[in-house]
């Protein structure tokens, strides 16, 4: 009983952990119109895996920052998302090589898993219609 007890409170104390947002450091972003994001980043795996899962909104002014130790085929999924993104991948000099826009929550399993088919360094996620709100476009530099 005693060892239930203890493996209840584990995932009691998981639970509210994941539901509430981290302590993760951020960073401007800057926008090419100028518009700057505060961005939490992302740097270890743990980090990564949870990035926005459990979160219920984000500022519109806000957005996450995944650094990855080296390029690689850095592919994203919307599992426990509950808000729509738009997810922006680029290359390891911070400009833009790949946009999903609006990508919805995962309702169900399997996820559909998205990113492109080359190697990228850093992942940007952010709300659904920053992208177009802002301008951005492959090809565009992205300063943090």
């Known amino acids: 009983m005693a060892k239930f007890l203890v493996l209840i409170g584990l995932v009691a104390t998981a639970a509210l952990t994941y539901g509430h947002e981290t302590s993760l450091s951020t960073v401007p972003l800057i926008l090419p119109d100028g518009k ?14 949870r990035g926005l899962m459990f979160r219920t909104s984000l500022p519109e002014d806000h957005g996450m920052l995944f650094i990855f130790d080296r390029p690689g085929p850095n592919q994203f999924w919307m599992k426990n998302t509950f808000i729509p993104l ?46 177009h709100k802002r301008g951005l476009r492959v090809g565009i530099p992205l300063r943090f």
Request: charged share 25%.
């Open 36 to 49: 700057t994001l505060q961005v939490e980043i992302a740097r270890t795996p743990m980090e990564r895996n």
């Open 86 to 131: 738009d997810i922006i991948w680029m290359d390891d000099r911070k400009r833009i090589i790949h946009i999903e826009y609006q990508v919805p929550p995962c309702k169900g399993d399997p996820c559909p898993v998205y990113g492109p088919s080359t190697d990228s360094h850093y992942v940007l996620e952010v709300n659904a219609g920053v992208v």
